[in-house]
Every structure is written in C-alpha cells, then in structure tokens.
Nanobody, 119 residues
C-alpha cells in the first residue's frame, strides 16, 4: 500500500523559507515520477514542481528560481525547498507519485501540509 506523508508546513513571514518533506512507503521513490502540487484558497490545484526518474526537474513559472525539488533515495523522501515566499504561495501543498513513464498522471497522493505566508 502506497503512503505519502507530507510534513514541514507552517506559518512564515513573507520573504522567508520553508522545506517540505514527503516520506514515501510502499513504493521506491526513485522509480517514480514525483511531484509537488498546491491548492491556493479559492483556486484549483496546480502543479508546482516535478522530478523524473533520471532526476530531471521542472517547475511552474510562478516558482521557478525560488523553489527546488529534490529527493533522498536512501531516505525514500521527497523535498521541496521554498525560498523568497510571498502570500501568493499560501496553499495546501501535496506530494504525488506517478509511474515513471506517465509523468503527467499522478495516482497516489499525500494528505497535504498547509503553508501560510503572511506579510
């Protein structure tokens, strides 16, 4: 049974940083395409960043240069380093897994972790 558990969310002031973690069980994270998504208040869920099995990363334009997705294969954990946060980054953040060859179809999701940025 696949389980993805996010942590690391919280409240931070504008300009601050947070690192989100996603601990995976029931799958070998390095064999999957992994992604971070977020849902801002009143908005639809959107993709933030993803990393494929060879380590290639991609980012939404809104976070490019500020967020970094990475994984620790030994810990089977996915990370999202978030810098220069602003109130537009306030959202529930989710990690998700997709088959290595279907990186646009995420079938396993975590429960989310809340990030609140205040000015």
């Amino acid at each position: 049974q696949v389980q993805l558990v996010e942590s690391g969310g919280g409240s931070v002031q504008s300009g601050g940083s947070l690192t989100l973690s996603c601990a995976a069980s029931g799958l070998t994270l390095s064999a999957y395409c992994m992604g971070w998504f977020r849902q801002r208040p009143g908005k639809e869920r959107e993709g933030v960043a993803r990393i494929n099995v060879i380590g290639r990363t991609s980012y939404a334009d809104s976070v490019k240069g500020r967020f970094t997705i990475s994984r620790d294969n030994a810990k089977n954990t996915l990370y999202l380093q978030m810098n220069s946060l602003d109130d537009e980054d306030t959202a529930m953040y989710y990690c998700a897994a997709a088959r290595w060859d279907k990186c646009d179809t995420f079938g396993d999701w975590g429960q989310g972790t809340q990030v609140t940025v205040s000015s």
